[in-house]
């Protein structure tokens, strides 16, 4: 097996390759319990194969987007980390793609030096991210290396990819999951409760 040496389209900052090690390691710290991965299989209507963490949640403690290691059952290579599963948000960003905003964003990307700019750090922080996780958990990214999701760094091809990233790495990170955000708020938005699945809550701690 040979080891491509992929050059980053950008060189993060120490402190944005800072961010991206103590988010991931804090996510791995807590991986996803048996409730967690109930909902998430409810959600998405089949077992979350890869399932490490959950990356996000709902103001309400349901999932809203997961962790998935970067190497399935030891075999699958896996470059999606960041996956969307709550139903209203993967509704939402659907309803933007509908109407054509993967087109338009990509073409802004064209013409907007700062967003592009933006756009590419998100696809930096994103491979980080994942280099992080697979370090950790000893995955080989060999079948994934410099690939990360959505249509990143050059186009925008899967808003739901997208938003999974702002809704686990926060927002500023990026801009165009950004953008397609607060655009769905009247549908989705991580800090108003819309959930038609929950987590069970315990009786008692
Ligand atoms: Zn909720």
């Keep these: 097996m040979t080891q491509s040496t992929h050059q980053p389209a950008i060189e993060l900052s120490a402190q944005d390759r800072e961010k991206c090690i103590e988010l991931a390691d804090g996510l791995l710290r807590h991986r996803a319990s048996d409730e967690d991965i109930a909902v998430v299989e409810k959600q998405l ?3 979350p194969r890869g399932i490490i963490s959950i990356g996000a949640r709902c103001v ?3 999932p809203l987007a997961v962790i998935t290691r970067p190497l399935v059952n030891g075999k699958i290579p896996f470059p999606t980390t960041c996956y969307l599963t709550s139903p209203e948000a993967v509704k ?3 309803h933007l793609e509908a109407v054509g905003r993967m087109n338009d964003f990509t073409e802004q990307l064209g013409s907007d030096e700062d967003l592009h700019a933006g756009y590419e750090r998100a696809h930096a922080m ?3 991210f994942r280099h ?3 370090e950790t958990l000893g995955d080989t990214e060999e079948h994934i290396e410099g690939t990360t999701a959505g249509g990143m760094p050059v186009r925008v091809k899967c808003l739901h990819a997208l938003l999974a990233q702002a ?3 926060g927002p500023g990170v ?3 999951a950004d953008m397609a955000l607060s ?7 991580p800090t108003v409760c819309r959930c038609a699945i929950r987590v069970e809550r315990a009786e008692k701690e």
């Design 45 to 47: 209507g089949r077992y």
């Design 60 to 62: 309400c403690g349901t």
């Design 92 to 94: 939402a960003m659907s």
């Design 126 to 128: 994103y491979l980080a």
């Design 132 to 134: 992080r996780v697979a």
């Design 167 to 169: 809704l686990v790495m």
């Design 174 to 176: 990026n801009p165009i």
């Design 183 to 189: 655009e769905a708020h009247d549908e989705f938005n």
